[in-house]
């Protein structure tokens, strides 16, 4: 089955850190892009990060720039968000998306259901 | 980067066809074709509905259309029915390779 499946969210302090991880089956995943979309309560989506298929490209909002670190390990399937620095404007569910094609990343045809990262003191 | 501009809300009757803008700049919306559009249910993972501006990916209904004009994109649903309710998003590349979406709108059908 086509999945994509985030773990690693919970409850952290401001100023702390949390790393969230997206298991990926039933494709080939180290052919697509990948993305981290997140959606504050009862807001829309917000981008957050991408990375190219060979983990040689990233890419980041400014709202997270030098704070979030995006990676893979096209061995495991696994696609990562390293946060630091949290705050609480970072609470939000964070879905990770896989892209349509091989070489864009704008493109978000598979969505994870998500996990919810809450920060507060 | 600021938001995609889209409204808050439309509605519309069952059979009926509206449509949802999405304005941005020549930095996104009007200097790519690579605008797609997303429909959330409550609860739900946003799905694919639109992408490159006008096309469907595979499963999507072809009462859903898409189009761009300028600095604005168009999502146009015919034939509304009662499970078209949903938020829908648009989103566009932009020039500082990033990627930004609209604020989202909620469809309601009455």
């Known amino acids: 089955e086509v999945q994509l499946l985030e773990s690693g969210g919970g409850l952290v302090q401001p100023g702390g850190s949390l790393r969230l991880s997206c298991a990926a089956s039933?494709?080939?995943?180290?052919?697509?892009?990948m993305s981290w979309v997140r959606q504050a309560p009862g807001k829309g989506l917000e981008w957050v990060s991408a990375?190219?298929?060979?983990?040689?490209?990233?890419y980041y909002a400014d709202s997270v720039k030098g704070r979030f670190t995006i990676s893979r390990d096209n061995s495991k399937n696994t696609l990562y968000l390293q946060m630091n620095s949290l705050r609480a404007e970072d609470t939000a569910v964070y879905y990770c998306?896989?892209?349509?094609?091989?070489?864009?990343?704008?493109?978000?045809?598979?969505w994870g259901r998500g996990t919810l990262v809450t920060v507060s003191s | 980067q600021s938001a995609l501009t889209q409204p808050a809300s439309v509605s519309g009757s069952p059979g009926q066809s509206i449509t949802i803008s999405c304005t941005g700049t020549?930095?996104?919306?009007?200097?790519?074709?690579?605008v797609s559009w997303y429909q959330q249910h409550p609860g739900k993972a946003p799905k694919l509905m639109i992408y490159?501006?006008?096309n469907r990916p595979s499963g999507v209904s072809n009462r859903f259309s898409g189009s761009k004009s300028g600095n604005t994109a168009s999502l146009t649903i015919s034939g509304l029915q009662a499970e078209d309710e949903a938020d829908y998003y648009c989103?566009?590349?932009?020039?500082?390779?990033?990627?930004?979406f609209g604020g989202g709108t909620k469809l309601t059908v009455l």
């Open positions: 998306a896989k892209d349509l094609w091989e070489l864009t990343y704008w493109y978000f045809d598979l």
């Open positions: 039933g494709f080939t995943f180290s052919s697509y892009a």
């Open positions: 990375i190219s298929g060979s983990g040689g490209s990233t």
């Open positions: 020549s930095s996104d919306v009007g200097g790519y074709n690579y």
């Open positions: 490159e501006v006008s």
């Open positions: 989103s566009s590349y932009t020039s500082s390779s990033s990627v930004v």
